[in-house]
């Protein structure tokens, strides 16, 4: 009996069968992600007119109860890359929103951010929240780019959007993907704000790619009548300003053209900081109060002129 012989067509059975297979795990996969899109709902009053991305600053920093008509949307240690795909699909839900406020710090404009936007932490959590929301092309230049984590990360992801989509319809929602919002912190931490060290001047380089998303997000923005608005939430006197000069010229270059509301030296007592960065529950309550303030006084200039 010929062995090879034998073997060819064990061989080409078992192609087969993977093969088979696998067209039929992809096309369950996108089953799962059109569910996912079609039934994970963005549940917003219609009241409200303005939402908040960006990473932990303005998840700590603007508690919606003090700024009637706005939804926080930020979340720790997230690049805008994923922000703005975010942020795209709470606007095509609800195109009654006619402004986003963008949290622009200067670390969103630094070569870090390619950590948040693919080491396996940050890709994982990301997947998790936003995998049925990326475009096919980002998919496979994901898959192209670390096959193995793409594809441990997408499993992790598609287990997360079944749980969700077999939720009774009332919890069908982004609550459920974590997709952040303001979290109040009663800790003041005093101690470590007291010590500042001289450092030098930094330049930003900016990751080209979650660069590009927020460019994209604005031009998105623009075209559906929504107003885009740069801001940054307050940060302690003792905080560094290591790329400042750098931060502002990338500013003035990329986004020149849009409102910047900028409230990083915002003063505020020991006591309203939760570390160098964040503010607490009561430096939330203070900020947010006047961030509505000059926000509503701009707000009716423009409507009287």
Not at 7 to 22: A, Q
Not at 52 to 57: A, E, N, T
Not at 77 to 86: Q, T, V
Request: glycine content about 4%; hydrophobic content about 40%; charged content about 20%.
């Amino acid at each position: 009996m010929n062995l090879t012989s034998t073997r060819k067509p064990f061989i080409l059975n078992l192609l087969i069968f993977v093969s088979l297979g696998l067209m039929i795990y992809l096309a369950l996969g996108q089953v799962l992600v059109y569910c996912a899109q079609s039934q994970i709902k963005v549940n917003l009053s219609n009241e409200i007119k303005a939402i908040v991305i960006g990473h932990s600053h303005p998840e700590c920093a603007i508690d919606p109860s003090f700024f009637p008509g706005l939804a926080n949307f930020g979340k720790s240690g997230e690049a805008l890359f994923y922000g703005c795909l975010k942020g795209r699909k709470i606007l095509q839900e609800h195109p009654e929103i006619k402004t986003v406020f963008i949290e622009l710090s200067a670390n969103q404009l630094d070569a870090h951010m390619e950590k948040w936007v693919t080491d396996e932490e940050h890709f994982q959590r990301a997947m998790k929240s936003y995998f049925f929301l990326l475009p096919t092309s980002l998919k496979w230049t994901f898959w192209r780019s670390f096959p193995l984590q793409y594809s441990q990360s997408q499993l992790i992801a598609e287990k997360k959007m079944l749980n969700v989509c077999f939720m009774e319809e009332s919890k069908r929602n982004v609550v459920e993907m974590e997709w952040g919002g303001f979290v109040s912190h009663d800790k003041v931490v005093m101690d470590s704000l007291r010590f500042q060290k001289d450092s030098p001047t930094m330049p930003l380089h900016p990751y080209s790619p979650n660069l590009s998303a927020i460019l994209d997000f604005i031009q998105y923005c623009s075209s559906h009548g929504v107003e885009p608005v740069l801001i940054r939430t307050p940060v302690h006197a003792s905080e560094l300003d290591i790329h400042e000069s750098s931060f502002q010229d990338l500013v003035k270059k990329n986004f020149g053209h849009l409102k910047f509301m900028d409230f990083r030296r915002f003063p505020l007592q020991d006591s309203c900081f939760l570390d160098r960065e964040h503010l607490n529950a009561e430096g939330a309550r203070i900020f947010t109060l006047h961030f509505c303030k000059v926000w509503s006084e701009a707000s009716t200039h423009r409507v009287m002129q």
